[in-house]
């Protein structure tokens, strides 16, 4: 089949991916959804990002075609994704030109590369605001019209070495190796799109089998794999505590005792709080305040720290000595308190009418915090903003269930 429109392939990690260097994580799927396809598609590019190619089993030849071949190629290193920049390296190595770089503003790069030919963006974690993804898709626009149409060499390999040939690939072969990717109606993008979508509307049943096959498409991948143990433990099919067991076989496949990565240690501490919920045995608990005491202490991450204080709060309840009791409630306060002081910056922000739908689970955070130290006019406000931007009907119970528990302990103590 002949191939009539240009292509643009498009390296990057996807899902959620956690900087090391910042400590801020990111879903990158917002900026290929907000800033990358939009600017590609109206410059009149095929857009096809690198998971989109993995359910075949010539992953390996097309990906490799696509880098030697592809009119343009877009790499966003933001997290420094291992992947993104081999396959960046491989994409300078076989051709002089038509590459753009991106990548978010606050992370460092480990390695050398000309910094005046990267084009940074602004990321708020959960998703990139407005004014920022349109000024980011006309950025970009305009750097996809020059690389059109200048071919001004952008590799460090053919900037610095004259006169080399950058590899061939017959076209023939590539339009045999690629050509069928323009019939393609689903590719990995799509199938995450479903899966959140029904995930918005507390379909997890419908869910699972989206991320699962996310997940045999892209094995490797630890969000696919996060997201498949959430909707499994939120459905409690056939059964609450089956599906916690089964939640915790998949989330054990990518060794929550070994990595630091926050999603992973947080999404393992809730499976073990529910378990304990629905058992009362305290070693659920002992287990779950491990898992979040890990991911706040690794990142200071706000979602993890409210949970941590939380399990303090029901440890000092299952204590009985005295001393002990009072310590576990010291220690949870001295959390919240620490969190809120992390979180004031996004405080300061609504004080001035400044309110992002980005920052609902932080409001949901402050207003819990601020209700675990008895300020509770502050609780308030922080809890009428998360309602008003919350439309996920499972997220507000699972926000009221966390309060209801909390408010039981306060009165318990």
């Known amino acids: 089949m002949a191939r009539t429109e240009k292509i643009c392939f498009v390296i990057m990690g996807f899902g959620k991916k956690t900087d090391y260097s910042t400590g801020n ?16 598609v109206e410059s009149g590019y095929q857009c096809i990002r690198a998971d989109e190619i993995q359910d075949s089993g010539i992953i390996d030849k097309c990906m490799y075609a696509l880098l030697m071949h592809a009119d343009l190629v877009i790499a966003d290193i933001t997290t420094f994704n291992p992947n993104a920049v081999y396959e960046l390296g491989i994409r300078h190595a076989v051709k002089p030109f038509s590459t753009i770089i991106l990548k978010e503003i606050s992370g460092k790069i480990p390695f050398d590369l000309d910094h005046t030919r990267i084009f940074d963006y602004k990321h708020l974690g959960e998703d990139i605001g407005t004014d920022e993804a349109r000024r980011c898709q006309e950025i970009l626009r305009e750097k996809i019209t020059i690389a059109s149409k200048n071919h001004a060499i952008d590799s460090p390999l053919y900037d610095y070495i004259k006169d080399i040939a950058p590899p061939q690939i017959p076209k023939k072969e590539f339009e045999r190796i690629v050509g069928d990717l323009a019939d393609r109606e689903v590719h990995v993008f799509a199938i995450v799109e479903k899966a959140k979508e029904l995930m918005n509307k507390s379909n997890f049943v419908g869910a699972i089998r989206y991320w699962e096959k996310a997940s045999q498409i ?7 794999i996060q997201q498949l143990a959430l909707a499994t433990y939120k459905s ?3 059964t609450e505590q089956s599906a916690l067991h089964d939640a915790l076989k998949i989330i054990d496949s990518i060794n929550p005792d070994e990595t630091k990565d926050p999603e992973t240690l947080g999404l393992t501490g809730a499976i073990y709080k529910r378990l304990w919920n ?6 659920f608990l002992r287990r779950a305040t491990y898992y979040y005491k890990k991911g706040f202490q690794v990142k200071n991450d706000y979602y993890t720290g409210e949970n941590y204080a939380l399990c303090l709060n029901l440890l000092g309840t299952n204590e009985e000595n005295s001393d002990e009791k009072i310590y576990y409630g010291i220690a949870a306060k001295k959390v919240r308190t620490e969190i809120i002081e992390s979180l004031r910056h996004i405080e ?3 004080e001035e009418d400044i309110v992002n739908q980005e920052n609902k689970w932080a409001y949901a955070t402050l207003a819990t915090c601020y209700y675990g130290i008895n300020e509770n006019e502050k ?5 009428c903003i998360f309602l008003n931007l919350t439309e996920s009907e499972w997220e507000k119970q699972t926000y009221k269930e966390n309060k209801e528990l909390l408010c039981q302990l306060l009165k318990e103590s």
């Open 25 to 40: 994580t990111y879903d990158l799927d917002k900026t290929y959804k907000n800033i990358i396809q939009p600017a590609v």
């Open 278 to 283: 629905i058992t009362n045995d305290v070693e």
């Open 236 to 238: 409690k099919v056939p």
């Open 379 to 383: 609780m308030s406000k922080f809890e």
């Open 218 to 224: 892209v094995p490797t991948e630890e969000y696919f």
């Open 348 to 350: 300061e922000n609504v």
